[in-house]
């Protein structure tokens, strides 16, 4: 079992910045990959960003150049989130894979308004 905490969510302007932490517990040295996902209201959950085995990284075509995926040892991930727009607003949640399962977090609200 793994246990995940989102934190670093906020109201900011549009243009403004949010780091974003996912601290992980419990089995954490059978996770394989990590991610973050968001959910704005009557939409799906949408992949934001990856980090796969061997470091390799992944982004939403509507996040790339704005969004950094960063995963520390002991598994701590985070989202550093810069240039925030409107459409950014969602709940984020982390996300991580271990063999045959995957396992969320209960997610932190970020709201982009002006």
């Known amino acids: 079992q793994v246990q995940l905490r989102e934190s670093g969510g906020d109201s900011v302007q549009p243009g403004g910045s949010l780091r974003l932490s996912c601290e992980p517990s419990?089995?954490?040295?059978?996770?394989?990959?990590m991610g973050w996902f968001r959910q704005a209201p009557g939409k799906a959950r949408e992949r934001v960003a990856q980090?796969?085995?061997?470091?390799?990284r992944e982004y939403a075509e509507s996040v790339k150049g704005r969004f950094t995926i960063s995963r520390e040892h002991g598994n701590k991930l985070y989202l550093q989130m810069n240039n925030l727009k409107l459409e950014d607003t969602a709940v984020y949640y982390c996300q991580a894979d271990v063999l045959h399962a995957t396992y969320w977090g209960q997610g932190t609200q970020v709201t982009v308004s002006s």
């Open positions: 980090i796969w085995s061997r470091d390799r």
């Open positions: 419990g089995n954490i040295f059978d996770i394989i990959n």
